[in-house]
């Protein structure tokens, strides 16, 4: 099984409309979660880290579930310049020998059209 | 914010010649520099976490003679691929993380070997 999974789409809608990305990890010791936007060619931008009470920036929320282990992305009112990859990202508790390093999902691929 | 200067941003090289790539954090100091690749729809790979001062510690299946990587300075880390073959061909991207901040990603270096 993955670290981490997303699916890797592509979500096709509407400008305007509401899209819902989930990513689950398989390590249940992991600490810091984050969800990132890559552009074709170009390298990923943190978009937003996830708190476990959940949060908002604008049209992005993010939230988490550490029973099920899995955090989700929800972006609303669509615009054709959220067309991109979107990629989550884990990072384990250092003390149990995770260090500093981020583990990515595939990213899944969205669409936004007129 | 803090910015990771990445070096060339593409790069066409001979099969069986070496390729160095760079990444300086200009305006902070890396105590950790880590190396990614991605291969297209693809996601990010850990290849190797860089420590200054220290040897790299390399993940599973990546070998640490082809890919060598060197952090000599808190601001500079080099990933040079040596006898680089068209299965090499990828995009590599660097991120570097200070003491308390969050990660930065270089722009990537996208390698082609013919």
């Known amino acids: 099984r993955k670290e981490v999974e997303q699916d890797p789409g592509p979500f096709n809608v509407p400008e305007g409309a509401t899209v819902a990305f989930n990513c689950t990890y398989s390590?249940?010791?992991?600490?810091?979660f984050f969800w990132y936007r890559q552009d074709c060619r170009k390298e990923p931008k943190l978009l937003m880290s996830v708190y476990s009470s959940g949060n908002e920036d604008g049209r992005f929320t993010a939230q988490l579930n550490r029973a099920s282990q899995y955090i989700s992305l929800l972006i609303r009112d669509s615009k054709l310049s959220d067309s991109a990859t979107y990629l989550c990202?884990?990072?384990?508790?250092?003390?149990?020998?995770?260090?500093?390093?981020?583990?990515f999902g595939t990213g899944t691929q969205l669409k936004v059209e007129l | 914010g803090a910015v990771v200067s990445q070096h060339p941003s593409r790069v066409i090289c001979k099969s069986g010649t070496s390729v160095k790539i760079e990444c300086r954090s200009l305006?902070?100091?890396?105590?950790?520099m880590f190396w990614y690749r991605q291969f297209p729809k693809q996601s990010l790979m850990l290849m190797a976490t860089?420590?200054?001062?220290?040897?790299?510690?390399?993940e599973q299946g990546v070998e640490k003679d082809k890919f060598l990587i060197n952090h000599a300075s808190l601001t500079l880390s080099t990933l040079t691929v040596t006898s680089a073959h068209p299965e090499d061909s990828s995009f590599y991207i660097c991120?570097?993380?200070?003491?308390?901040?969050?990660?930065?990603f270089g722009s990537g270096t996208r390698l082609t070997v013919v």
């Open positions: 390590n249940s010791a992991s600490q810091s």
């Open positions: 990202a884990v990072r384990l508790d250092i003390l149990t020998g995770g260090g500093n390093k981020l583990t």
């Open positions: 860089s420590n200054e001062g220290s040897k790299a510690t390399y």
């Open positions: 991120s570097a993380r200070a003491l308390l901040d969050g990660y930065t």
């Open positions: 305006d902070f100091q890396a105590t950790t």
